[in-house]
Nanobody, 122 residues
């Protein structure tokens, strides 16, 4: 069993940065690939970034490439999403998720956090 708890969200102005954290509990978390997703008001949840557990391969949605960076601290069982040059369209609830497979389909991730709100004002 893996439990995920996100933190680090908040209200920022356009152009500023935030770092989200996803703290995991559970012995086997190190063998799970992790992903960040977001859901804006009235929108479907969408993929943002992911990292493979075994080779740290990463992938990002096009709209955040060059601005967001996913990273992982295996000792701390924590996954981060560094978000730079934030835009109003990045406003959403951000969720982290974990699954044994890299790039699993969105609806098939095994574990999810509760989400953290990110609001970017113009």
């Amino acid at each position: 069993q893996v439990q995920l708890v996100e933190s680090g969200g908040g209200l920022v102005q356009a152009g500023e940065s935030l770092r989200l954290s996803c703290k995991a509990s559970g012995r086997t978390f190190s063998t799970y690939s992790v992903g960040w997703f977001r859901q804006g008001s009235g929108k479907e949840r969408e993929f943002v970034a992911t990292m493979s557990w075994h080779n740290r391969r990463t992938d990002y949605t096009d709209s955040v490439k060059g601005r967001f960076t996913i990273s992982r601290d295996y000792d701390e069982n924590t996954v981060y999403l560094q978000m730079n040059s934030l835009k109003p369209e990045d406003t959403a609830v951000y969720f982290c998720a974990a699954d044994e497979r890299y790039r699993a389909p969105r609806n098939e991730y095994t574990y999810w956090g509760q989400g953290t709100q990110v609001t970017v004002s113009s």
